[in-house]
């Protein structure tokens, strides 16, 4: 593609319409697993995941839609495992929660809060041992920053020099309460830059932006300058878990979200592409439609997989050599 | 006191008891992440808020660990702190202060203080909850010397054993289960109260014991149905507090059926069920007419994908197989039988 920000307009638009089609299927309860959706979040796992590239190691939340399909883009087998089939990437047993594609340095999701952060040192330590060269990259949300093993692996990896590059997506709440009533301090960046940790923050829902802010701090972590801290606020357009929306029970205020509704990221990238890249209206017309058929043809084609043998239940508890 | 009685559920009976409780006792107070928001965890918390303010009940950040270390030292400080979890899964964050600290601190303290603290927390199952949304561990924390543990089946028994939790001097560890929230039972209207350490008999019967903790109760009751169409009579016997346990309610039972089979809900390996199993082969081994057997979740993580997920489980259906081999009954054909399934109230997360 010759346009640099169609690509990123691509892998947005096709986390969002991925969501969009689980909204409209959900209903007909075949996606038997818990949904927390990234839909509003997007331009985070996005614009990180794409400065980050292929050879970058990913670790997520259960709030793993976003990060899983900018990172692998794998989206026949990411239906094949929400609607619980026998060839999904860990054959349904995962589910939402706990996405995982190692073939494509997806490491995997979690239903804990904060419980991958300490896992991306390790991960880490390991790439810097073999000389891979590759960052990990950890993304959680402004909840997880309040447990210790945020603050204990912050210390660690700036201690230990770690090319790990944490994400912090911040939108605002942990389930229904805001940050301000559960934070005793005011900014989160300026206490992780007190560590030997460099730290950016962006609050402009901008894919290109973050994936530019992205390429800075990455070059940071190459040049062995330790581990980089992103703080990138954002919106979630849904309730906490599930499908619908849930304003009306009134915790979050309105007008906030009317304000990210304007800059929502597709929205945002969509008109650059035109009005300051030149790409054609019908150029992003095509791209559209051929995310919006691969992601058909993938939910039709992992609709005719089985559900796994009951006896699959036993298997993959421990290592099985193939 | 009024102990008039009429219909409500597991959920209402929680909050019921913790309203009286609280408006007597001005020390209580409860806290926990998300407990005051809209959706007051599952509604077990509801009014609280409203009725007694922003300093009894209250949210707190994502930190479990710490936060238990603060229900300890409120406690040391004469407060009676009731500490609530969502899931099970996350008390595991706080196990230091739970077991290295809670558990033991009165023992260092030569048992002199009161520690007046009660962790509730829920268990989830179903609709791909998957592995971090569904333990039940209350073999971790029976295991651990220093800590009650209680698994409420009934309504009557949610609000009488949280009314004796709230009241007991020491750690309580109280364990919910997030299907029980629907039942719905009598439950008297005034304060009431369950003594910790009393087991209760769900179903009397002669020819077979079923010792069952939380929701297994709900399967075995539902087996004993269908035995009972075969002219099979099992007693069900609800233990309802893990530690201290009412052996002897356990015991007397099956020396009179003379076979057990213990129902937990929780994984067999290493678990409760073991417990009971050897308190049971060393105390009636002579009365004993079958081994003692037991049910459980399958050795595996909990799966998400439903077929996988009633795999996991065992259920109605599952007990009255073992109980034919026990019996030596030839199996019978249940498969026009329903099995016990919460989609319709629970379509979708959790
Ligand atoms: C250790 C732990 N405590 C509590 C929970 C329940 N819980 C699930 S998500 C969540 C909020 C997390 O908020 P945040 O980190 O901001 O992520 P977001 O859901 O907003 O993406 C909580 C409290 C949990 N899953 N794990």
Redesign the interface.
Known sequence: MSYPGLELYKKLYLARRCEEYIVKYYPQNDMKTPMHMSMGQEAVAVGVCHAVGSTGLVLATYRSHAAFLAHTQNVPLFFSELYGRVNGLANGKSGSMHLADPDHGHWGSSGIVASTIPIALGLAFAQKRKNTGATTVVFFGDGAIDEGSFWESINVAALMKLPVLFVCEDNGYAVHTPSKKRHGYDSIVDIVGQFRCATFSDDSNDVESICNMTQQALSIIQAGGGPVFLHIKCYRYLEHVGINDDMKDAYRPVEIQEAWLKKDCLVLQRLRLINEQGVEEIVIQQLEEQVETSIHHSIVAAKQYSSPDPSQLFHGVFYEEN | MGFSMRKIDYCQALNEALHQEMAKNPDIFVFG??VP???SVFGSTRGLLETFGPDRCF?????E??MTGFALGAALGGMRPVHIHIRV??L??AMNQIVNMIASYNYSLGGKVKLPIVIRTIIGRG???????SKSLQSYFAHIPGLKVVMPTTPRDAKGLLTAALRDNNPVIFIEHRWLYWAENDVPEGEFLIPLGQGNILREGTDLTIVATSWMNVEALRAADLLAKQGVYVEVVDPRTIAPLDEALILRSVEKTGHCLVADNDWVECGFSAEVAARVAEKCFGRLKSPVRRLGF????C??????ED??YPNAKRIVAVIHEMLGLPPIDLSGEFSYSH?SRF????
């Open positions: 992440i998300g928001d809209h959706k949210d707190t950040p994502l930190c660990d710490s899964d996350f595991l964050l609709w791909g909850q998957g592995m971090h949304h399958a050795h595996t993580p799966p998400t994908v439903r077929c996988l795999e996991f989609e379509k979708g997360p959790f």
